[in-house]
């Protein structure tokens, strides 16, 4: 006589069965996702929008900004972030102060958890555009983190009157009978910029130079402007591109020498734009990409409208 039990085995006892000689390619969605996701890690994927480019440097993978998007993945991994605000715009004025580069900010690895995060890019604060009109102050980059975004200050304005220069990522130059701005506004260490530099109230004199993410601004003197800070190397994208460079004070000088960074070689000090200087507009606004303050102005010869330089956002990660 056959044993019921093992002739019609119960449902409880059949399922263990039918679980124990199922396929492991058969595995169930919770088990499958357990093991991809939990126990070694789904394949990650990222995606992105806006303006970019894209690249690979020894371990790592970057995608560079230069204007607002988004950065999306499939699941929670380590980033890092170089984040650079917009540098900030010269005030029209007689001789007034370069403006100070945006904030630049190098950030170590963090987590994003999966899902899509904004990724803004400062624009640089624009020129006064009459006599008299303040600069603007340049505009803050982010990358939303989900927890604690990660971005920087715009670089300080300078004015267009006597009064004190803008505070930011770096200040801005004084007038010549003004003072300068404070860099570092928000206290992150290492620092993101530095001081502007003072103006100078004699008649041949000029404004102080903006700050930058690695110097102060120089002083202005009696018959030159101050030259604005240099910028900053960073090597994430594979080459060594510097950022945040001051913009030179302006000057009714007529030497040449006291122009400030000039951005026509491509932002070799940093993306600050030249001060005007003597009879000469040079019209030198900060470096696109790089967070360069614009160049001081000499209103006496209808300048004014040096504009700070747009920031830029890399996000790199080890490559799986």
């Known amino acids: 006589m056959f044993r019921q ?37 789904a394949p990650l994927e990222v995606t992105t929008t806006g303006s970019t480019t894209t690249g690979t440097d020894g371990a790592y993978t970057w995608v560079k900004w230069t204007g607002t998007g988004t950065f999306t993945t499939n699941v929670a991994y380590n980033f890092e972030a170089f984040v650079v605000a917009g540098g900030g715009g010269c005030g029209y004025y007689y001789r007034s102060g370069g403006g100070g580069a945006g904030g630049c900010y190098e950030f170590s690895s963090f987590e994003l958890p999966a899902g899509e995060h904004d990724v803004t890019v400062g624009a640089g604060g624009a020129g006064g555009s009459f006599s008299g009109a303040d600069g603007v102050k340049g505009s803050i980059s982010r990358v939303e983190s989900g927890a604690t975004d990660k971005w920087v200050n715009g670089g ?7 009064g004190t220069s803008g505070n930011g990522g770096s200040g801005a130059g004084g007038t010549n009978v003004g ?23 004699a008649s041949a004199g000029g404004g102080g130079g903006g700050g930058s993410w690695q110097l102060a601004g120089s002083n202005a003197g009696n018959a030159n402007a101050g030259n604005g800070g240099t910028g900053k190397a960073n090597t994430w994208t594979g080459s060594s591109l510097l950022y945040g460079g001051g913009g030179g004070g302006g000057t009714n000088s007529s030497d040449a020498a006291d122009r400030g960074n000039n951005p026509t070689n491509g932002g070799y000090y940093g993306g600050g734009g030249s001060g005007d200087y003597g009879s000469t507009s040079s019209n030198s606004n900060g470096w696109a990409n790089t967070g360069g303050g614009g160049g001081g102005s000499n209103n006496v010869y209808g300048s004014g409208y040096n504009n700070g330089g747009s920031g830029t956002v890399v996000v790199r990660w080890v490559t799986p």
Do not use: C, E, I
Not at 7 to 29: E, I, L, Q
Not at 156 to 162: D, T
């Open 156 to 162: 300080g304005q300078s004015l267009g009157s006597n």
């Open 5 to 41: 039990d093992r002739t019609n085995p119960s449902t409880a006892v059949s399922n263990w069965k039918g679980r124990k000689d199922t396929p492991r390619a058969w595995a169930s969605s919770a088990v499958s996702s357990w093991l991809n996701g939990g126990l070694f890690g």
């Open 179 to 201: 003072y300068n701005g404070t860099g570092n506004q928000r206290g992150l260490s290492p620092v993101t910029g530095h001081d502007g530099g003072d103006g100078f109230s």
